[in-house]
């Protein structure tokens, strides 16, 4: 089947511990993604890579990283979490930037006490 | 920048018609897409315009005007199915991609 996963779906941690989202795709997509998702605010783009090894910024970057090692993979990392990246996360991916259909996971929400 | 803006909530009928209006202010234009988003789900895409014009899929119709800043998602037919957020994002260049906060539709029986 024809997916985006990401992992965990759920994480309460405490600030300044670093953890780290994944995010797989199976579709072999150029284009990946992660979005943050906040009442009030939509979907926020966090960080965009349009092929391995090539990232960028969207609007929301700081507090932040990514990596793209592999086509398939495009972690979120958080270096040292604070309570105001208490989000809900989505990672996307396309077949390639200019595709006019994203794929998203299920989602991930963070709770950063 | 971009500006993207739609209503927050709305209510409808089931059975009956509803337009979800969304309207934009950006600069090099690459697209309008409107996404569906049930509670606690992934959003999942609806439709793409890039030309001014209506796009029929099913039940559901977007609209584009390019030189209005407008677009406009048509839900016939309601169901109570329908009922869930939908969004609305612009594309500016091939990887500026913004989402407005939603609409929160409601049907009722």
């Known amino acids: 089947e024809a997916q985006v996963t990401q992992n965990p779906r759920y994480l309460i941690t405490v600030t300044g511990k670093k953890l780290t989202v994944t995010c797989s795709q199976n579709?072999?997509?150029?284009?990946m993604s992660w979005y943050r998702q906040d009442p009030g605010l939509g979907l926020r783009q966090i960080y965009y890579?349009?092929?391995?090894?090539?990232?960028d910024k969207g609007d929301v970057p700081e507090g932040y990283k990514v990596s793209r090692k592999e086509k398939r993979n495009f972690p979120l990392i958080l270096e040292s979490p604070s309570p105001n990246q208490t989000s809900l996360y989505f990672c996307?991916?396309?077949?390639?930037?200019?595709?006019?259909?994203?794929?998203f996971g299920p989602g991930t929400r963070l709770t950063v006490l | 920048g971009q500006n993207i803006d739609q209503p927050t909530e709305m209510t409808a009928t089931e059975g009956a018609i509803v337009q979800i209006n969304c309207t934009y202010q950006t600069s090099g234009f690459n697209g309008l897409f409107w996404y569906q988003q049930h509670a606690g789900e992934a959003p999942t895409f609806l439709s793409y315009?890039?030309?001014?014009g209506l796009e029929e899929k099913g039940r559901f119709s977007s609209f584009l005007s390019r030189s209005k800043g407008y677009s406009y998602l048509l839900l016939k037919e309601l169901q109570m199915k329908d009922s869930a957020s939908y969004l609305c994002a612009v594309r500016a260049g091939h990887n500026d991609m913004r989402f407005g906060a939603g609409t929160r539709l409601t049907v009722k029986p």
């Open positions: 579709m072999n997509h150029e284009y």
């Open positions: 890579s349009m092929n391995v090894e090539v990232t």
């Open positions: 315009n890039v030309l001014d």
């Open positions: 996307a991916s396309s077949l390639s930037s200019g595709s006019y259909e994203q794929f």
